[in-house]
């Protein structure tokens, strides 16, 4: 791409310098034969574009060179700069999975290499594994039963490849793959949109966890610099549907689709091994990976696991292992123990339960007859444990003189019974933590959201006005329709913002967590420095498109509004709808006609709009609605059906219709008004003309290169549109009725505030979210109860986010004995 623009630069300035060079002889010649210039004095006049040439081909190469090299070191530092912004993550992350020391348990696993590769076959420790994948990165998919530990490899995986990565090499990030949007062309008056895949996925991931500039992560991904760990392709969707299958299975597709220079770009997948069988069995799998089959802890790897985390002291845990040990071939009552056990998760789990040395109130861990009344049993404890130890270090970090400036420095203490109702609400039953929409409720969110926009705006608009009208002359202050057609504007614009932020605070969009999870807590200055920009931001987005708006409407009561021709407004009029109509149909990838037909379509549609216009002229409103109504979509569902009628084509022919039904408001007396009829008409000819199936590509090309060059005009663009709104809505419902529009907009950007304050007020109020839900994910985070994985919030596994569904009232720690 740099050296296609290069090769451009350099074709502009080769144009450039000939046609200075022809310039400088038109006038040699010239000034000869007018006597000005002597002959000798020719080589001269010729010499000095040739120089000024050549000094700017060489500027321009040297130029050209120095951009080279600083896009080159610019990638470079943004790499070093990512890979470093995910080790502190994945290192942090590594530390809540294992605990301080990072014990990880040295499994054994089964690989199976792929065909030609030089991975060692057969049973090996996950240290071994560690070590030949870092050096030399492959495709790799890691299967297992639930909790063998595939998160945690994956974590592991990441962090050593961090560890031994060469400069400029490239950077491991771990993602969820549950969260990979399938890719699709999304239509909407004859637009088709590519979104979703993995590559546009991998990018939005790094700009909005890691904050790397779109442009470079683009660069980045295209050049492979990135190696996806995708970790969960059995969360995709539920296990017993068939569109859960089609939707694994469509993610392998694109994995296998995922190309380097090399061949298949490396990768790692993490997938159940009885999930990743059934997708095999229907023809999708990972192509040319190496797969690895976890096993679980044996009772040695458990007695080394517990030495470790004891620190080689007798540990209650010890029983633990000697039970394992005796559940392989002993007592029938060990062996739900040695099976429970035998997962990292529960091994882990079991430890915090167990070796806080209270175990005199536990029951031991062989007096469970079956695995499922020990796994019950163990998940029982997990939020009341994980709480407790949580609570523990917060009042450790308080009580320490460092620990004022560590994460748990400012966590309050949580009941356990409070945080398991927090946890069963928030836990949103496609994964993850839930919005806070979702929390409350789809019909409560937009109740609330609705009825705040419309009380703040009723109670501005009922006392604000009358002070405002002082500031200006009597003879502006005029709802020239009515005072209630400005009141059902902006009712209707609060309603549409209601339903706006009701759709936000809904969305499916995961809970994120802020930057300062992971650091210390921000000092009262930096909170005060974020809240004056948040004020300034707030102030700028709302007081600026306002008095725009109303310095519009102003200027309509200024002389020179009154001697502006009726022409100027009309042609004003017909050149503004075709730059806002080209802006968007560049934007958003508008497509008039994708195939012959829908051209034909184009053409005929509005040709027929005239006759219909006319037949409808001459009948009253009754017979039009039972009997033409009816013939009329009718016969546009035919056409649409034959693939003639098509949306843009539709709006053309509506538009002809409108035309003909009144043509009054068509000539240049009409001033703006009429010339925006106009020019959309003329949009609509130059989209058939240019954004056809075969030209639209061609046209978007051009115009966003021209809009490239044009952007520093985009923000007076903007105020310049919003004061030609202002002087054209006066005219329809008069100065006060826009400064109505005006105080309206001023006041919804205050509504987001509000009506986040509110649901978060009835979410409390109902028991299922504290007041500070970020405060509290972030303790659950430190707690152990949560991970964090491409910069979003998930429970730390899905067993424990399915338990506390299937108990949704809050027991105290007694009852779970």
Known sequence: MGARQDRRGMRWLLVGGVVTLSAGGVWAVLSMRRGGLHPQDVAGVLGLPLGVLGLLVGSALSLSALRLQRASDGLAVALDRLAGSIEHVEVAERTHMLGTGAHLIDLHVDVEPRSGSTDPPGRQLLSDVARWYCAAPGRLVVTGPPGAGKTVLAVHLVVRLLAVRAPGAPVPVRLSIRDLPPPRARRWWGLRRAEGGLERWLVANLVQSYEVDGATAVDLVARRLVVPVLDGLDEMDAEDTADGQDRAREALRELNDYQGVDGSAPLVLTCRDRRYAELAERHAWL????????????????????????????????????????????PAAARPAAAVLGSPFYLGLAFAVYGGGATRALRPVTDFRTEDELREYLLARCVPTATAAANAAARQARASLTGARSARSRQREYDP?????????????????ATLGRVVGKRTTTALSVGAALSLVVSVLLVVPDVVARWFPEEWWEHRAGAGDSWALSGLLAFVNGVAWAVVMGGREPSRPSERVRQRPARAGERMLGAARWACWTAFRALVPAGALVLGAALAFETWYAEVPNLGWYALGVAVVPVFAGVMAVDEDFVAHSDRRGLIGCVVLPVSGWPVALALQGLDLAAWFFLCVPGLVSALVLLARLGIARPYSMAGGALVCAYVWDPSGLGPDGRFLAGVSVGVAVSYVLGCLLLGSGSAEHTRDVARRVGRGLRWLLPLAMVLGLLLGGIGAVTQIGFAGVVFLALTWVTLNLTGELIYALLLLTAHLQGRMPLAPDTFLAWAYHAGLLRIVGGAYQFRHSELQEWLVRNPAARGPDAAL
């Open 287 to 330: 192509r040319e990976a190496t797969l690895l089959r976890i096993a679980g802890v044996d009772a040695d790897q458990a007695r080394m696991y517990v030495q470790l985390r004891s620190d080689g002291r007798e540990s209650p845990m010890d029983a633990v292992a000697d039970a394992m040990r005796a559940g392989a071939a002993g």
């Open 417 to 433: 019974v409070a945080v398991h109702r927090w946890l069963r609400h928030m836990a949103d039953p496609e994964g993850g933590i």
